[in-house]
Structure formats: C-alpha cells, structure tokens
C-alpha cells in the first residue's frame, strides 16, 4: 500500500471498508495502515490453496449465496463471482455492498455467505497468519493451515489490487526503467511520492531490498497518480487497480524481489455450501482474472461510471464464461 519488509499493512481503502486489518506478514507495508485483533488461527484441515476442491456435501439443490463488501472493485468481482455461477446452472443469490470484513466473515463462518472475494495477503493479516514469504503460493499455503475447518480458499487469480512504484512513459524511456531493480543508481536523482507515512514506512525496505535511496519524498495522498504525470514527482505509489494508472498512462514497475507482498483475489467459500460444478466456476474466473484485466474493468466502473453487473456480464463473455 520503518516497518521491515515482511510487514504489509492492507489497502488503504480496504482498512477502510473492510475494517482494521492486523499487519500482514508479507510484503513491505502499503499506503494506510491501522491495527486490529485478529481471530487467530484456525483449523489446519482446509484444502490446500489452488487444490480446487472442497470438503462440503452436494450443495447442487441449494443456493449459493455471494457477498461483498462495500467497495465498488468487490462488488464488481461479486458481480463477476455470481454470474459465472448462474451460467453454469448453480442457484444464486447476491447480497452485495454488506460492509467490513468483521461482519462478512461472521457471515461466512454461520453459513448466511457462501461465496466472497476476498484478497489473500489482507485476509491472512486478519486471521493473524504469518507467511515465511511474501510470494501467492506461500501465503496460500499458510492461509490453508490458517482458516477453520469450515471456510476454504479456492484457486487464486493472478489479479492483484496492490502497491506499485508507478511512473510516467517520459521517466521510464529516460532512464530505462521497467522493474523496481531499475531504479538503482538512478533513484538519487528523483523524487517519490506517496502518502504522508510512505516515508516512514517504505524507505529503510527499499534501501534493503532494493538498495534504493531517493533523492526526496513527497506527502502527495490522493494525489499521487496525478503528480507522477504532471512531473511534481518522477516515481509514485499508486494501487495497481486504480483506474488512474491507464488514464493517465502511467508505468507500474514490476516488483522482481517481492517487496510488496500478495494480495492476490482469491474466493473465499462456505465449504458446505460449494460442490464440485461451485468450485470449478469459480476457478474458471480466477484462471482468467489478471490485474492487466481487472484495471480496464474498474475503469469502465469507477471512471465511466457504467454498471457494475453489466461489466462483469461483458468480461465473462468475452472470456467464454458465459
């Protein structure tokens, strides 16, 4: 979104919506961080991650019921969840924009939700799971042993709503920059922006990591996207999704070392509440979701302002879901 590497706090929208979220154990840390008590681990009985499969009985003659919390990229993916469901014959009922993680996970665990979207690195902070590494399968490998017997994560999407050091197509071509890796030798001559505590957070994980010293930070907020185009600052933190990044034509530099850790999209389900036909349409969206992807649609969401559950409709057709 000087905390050490292995600490990544949640999105700053998602500490938001979703409730204070626990530090992650993964990644460096994001753009807005708060603090809460987790649940505590759980059972370590759930399937592995991306095994597909679940330990639920035949939920074919029951309706999956798919939730969201109460920020328009989630409801979007609920949109996504839900309507791949009902094209493959499974009975569904939405209940979307429900509010914070608090309240969608209580709702998970009796069984009132069968189906979320969730954001793997963010939902095993909450949990208070800690991963040997920031990388999608050692997160899911931890969140498996994390979660009660009851819930289970089913295959992760390459998708991820997560930090970036982003930068103008003018920065990248003048000085050769395509990875964070690029940056050294030249981060001394620029100038990064980010919210105010990205200072204090980020600068000790890149000087490790990356061997990064920059030559000023920038409190630049909500702004940030905005003053990396306009030249008020040459690199920036910016959240891979935000529409903003193909507006204005932005450059997400790719992370090769893994400082920003996971947070990939990944279904969340009721085990009981999922079968085999469930599972598989919902494996089917996470196999074809990436964040390339995911940025155009929340675009045509947040940006042009259409329809959620049209745009999902549309992306599930263009992808033969449907």
Known sequence: ????????PVLGRRAVVLGTLAALALGATACSSSGSDPLGAGSSSAPAAGSGGTAGSDSSG?????????????VLLGSIYAQALKAKGVKVEE????????????????GSLTVLPEYNGALLAYLGGKATAPTKDEVNATLAKTLPASLAILDSSPAEDKDTLSVSQETADKYGLKTIADLAGKAGELTIGGPPEFKSRQEQPFKDVYG?????????GDTTANAVKDGAVQVGNVFSTDPKISQLKLVPLADPKNLFGAQNIT?????????????AALNAVSAKLDTAGLLGLMKKVAVDKEDPSAVAKDWLKANGLV
């Open 1 to 8: 979104m000087s905390t050490p590497a292995s600490l990544r």
């Open 62 to 74: 029951s309706t999956v019921v798919v939730g969201s919390a109460n920020f328009p990229e989630n």
């Open 95 to 110: 209940k979307f924009n429900i509010g914070s993680r608090e309240v969608l996970y209580g709702q998970l665990q009796s």
């Open 212 to 220: 990064l010293t920059f030559k000023e930070w920038k409190p630049t």
């Open 267 to 279: 279904p969340l389900v009721n085990k009981a509440g999922v079968d085999a036909k469930a599972t």
